[in-house]
């Protein structure tokens, strides 16, 4: 797959897990306002973070990360989703919004984008 095949196959995927995380999983705690336009925004957001802020925290969180043999990649993760949730309603994208209403939804999905990203990459090779 090329670069650009490989951007244009994550954004629609992340896309879908996110309508299926909403949709399925946690439709009472995870709302997105936009409609269906919103997704793919929301993607991209989410992965330019984990482009450029991720692996800064990673580094700086490497012997908590050493020490827990990696389960404290779960509360990265959902830091993460915090601060996607705070720059989408920062941004002010006309009509997209989210919502995470509980701190246990934050947790779950990033288990769920944990398990369905490296299935992703796993599918990419």
């Known amino acids: 797959m090329g670069f650009i095949q490989k951007i244009v196959f994550h954004i629609l995927a992340t896309s879908a897990i996110f309508w299926a995380v909403k949709t399925y999983v946690f439709p ?16 991209i957001v989410f992965g330019t973070l984990n482009l450029f802020i991720k692996p800064f925290l990673k580094i700086l ?19 993460l989703l915090w601060v996607w949730e705070y720059a989408i309603n920062f941004i002010g994208i006309s009509g997209i919004g989210l919502e995470i209403k509980d701190i246990s939804t934050y947790f779950f999905i990033a288990i769920i984008f944990a398990i369905a990203n490296a299935f992703l990459h796993w599918f990419e090779r």
């Open 28 to 43: 009472e705690t995870f709302l997105v306002t936009g409609g269906a336009a919103a997704y793919p925004i929301l993607a």
């Open 61 to 79: 969180t490497f012997p908590i990360h050493f020490v827990t043999l990696g389960l404290s990649s779960v509360i990265l993760n959902a830091g």
